[in-house]
């Protein structure tokens, strides 16, 4: 694929590390490419950071056909600059662009392009503890026609953020509060798929959760609202008693790349691992029978995030006394460890950009 590079003129300062946060500073430049059904993926280009013109009528500002990948590159102590697993972000965001009928992207293409824009971006990849250069491709339908037909015209970015440590102050267990009334996905729908528009369904849940101090929501299947899904970005992990009980993948879940590397890690380390459908009954039995030992979200953006307390229906439980359990600690120091390069990547999954 030949990429037109053009540089910006006026390279921004780089932020401090402790000024991060998540999302908020990009870096100088961004890529884009476009797609027609006469050429194909064309004119790759990696161009300066910016605003740009989108036709009023584009398809994604009024039927919302959007997808986006979330991945990070990480700085290791050699300082050379790796991504985790970007492989299977490619492959999952060809999975939601076939569930949303955009165009799907050859794998060594999309390899080649995401490695391409990487390496030119590198120096803002952050060395301090925690800090990574996040990455965000996206793509959406760009047909400048409000009539509903088959997407012809796409556009593929990717954009890279530099952010902060997840954990500031040590691992802090996050509230989760398990909605009732609003669902996420349902099988069939584009639950599997990393759509805005889930995101934009799961507004309302997400803003009554804020309101009553709870950081995230905790979805419940659609059918028959009962068995556990999902965390706002995050899939579940539950300890019960000496079994690590994790959502099966049923339709209406996000296959989360963190996710299928815990389950592989804690099989590794000798865990007893299920994807099964655990219910709300089969969670609150657990917990009110002292079985419940750890619980924890798992996401690119955190890692591993412990869950110490729990909401359903205005009733509230804790979980292993609100702190890390050494499960939840253990994955998360092995994940952490491969990514940043600290610890030897046994498992292949590390990938040198420069
Ligand atoms: C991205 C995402 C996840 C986590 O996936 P990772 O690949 O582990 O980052 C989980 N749930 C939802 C809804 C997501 O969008």
Redesign the pocket.
């Known amino acids: 694929m030949n990429i037109r590079i053009e540089k910006t003129a006026t390279p921004k300062t780089k932020p401090e590390a402790s000024a991060l946060g998540f999302g908020k500073y990009f870096t100088d430049h961004m890529f884009i490419m476009d797609y027609d059904p006469e050429n194909g993926w064309h004119d790759a280009r990696i161009v300066p950071f910016g605003s740009f013109e989108i036709h009023p009528a584009s398809t994604v500002l009024h039927y919302g056909a959007e997808i986006f990948e ?1 991945l990070k590159a990480y700085r290791r102590p050699d300082g050379k600059v790796q991504m985790f697993r970007p492989i299977e ?1 490619i492959r ?1 965001m060809n999975d939601s662009a076939e569930r949303l009928c955009l165009p799907q992207i050859p794998e060594d293409i999309a390899m080649e392009v995401l490695t391409a824009f990487v390496a030119h971006e590198a120096d803002w990849t952050p060395s301090a503890p925690g800090t990574s250069l996040y990455l965000r491709p996206f793509m959406f339908g760009n047909d400048e026609t409000l009539g509903l037909h088959t997407i012809q015209n796409a556009r593929y970015m990717i954009i890279a953020s530099p952010v902060g440590s997840y954990y500031k102050e040590g691992i802090n267990p996050v509230r989760i509060m398990i909605e009732s009334e609003d669902v996420r996905a349902v099988k069939g729908g584009t639950g599997y798929a ?1 759509c805005g528009g ?1 995101y934009a369904a799961s507004n309302r849940a997400g803003m009554k959760a804020e309101q009553k101090g709870y950081s995230q929501v905790l979805w419940l299947d659609g059918v028959h609202r009962k068995y556990i899904e ?1 965390v ?4 579940v992990m539950f300890m019960i008693d000496d079994e690590i009980v994790t959502p099966a993948l049923t339709g209406s879940i ?1 296959p ?4 299928k590397s815990c389950i592989e890690v804690l099989k590794n380390k000798g865990y007893k691992v299920s994807e099964r459908l655990l219910s709300v009954d089969e969670l609150g039995e657990a917990l009110a029978q002292g079985k419940l030992k750890e619980a924890w979200g ?4 955190a890692v591993v995030s412990p869950i110490g307390e729990l909401c359903y229906k205005d009733q509230v439980y804790k979980i292993n006394d609100g702190k890390i359990g050494d499960v939840t600690q253990s994955l998360y120091d092995t994940l952490t460890g491969i990514q940043w390069g600290k610890i030897e990547d046994t498992y292949g999954w590390t990938y040198l950009v420069k």
Request: aromatic share 0%.
């Open positions: 979330g972000n999952r990393k889930n999902e706002g970005a995050m899939n996000l989360g790349i963190t996710r798992c996401g690119t953006a």
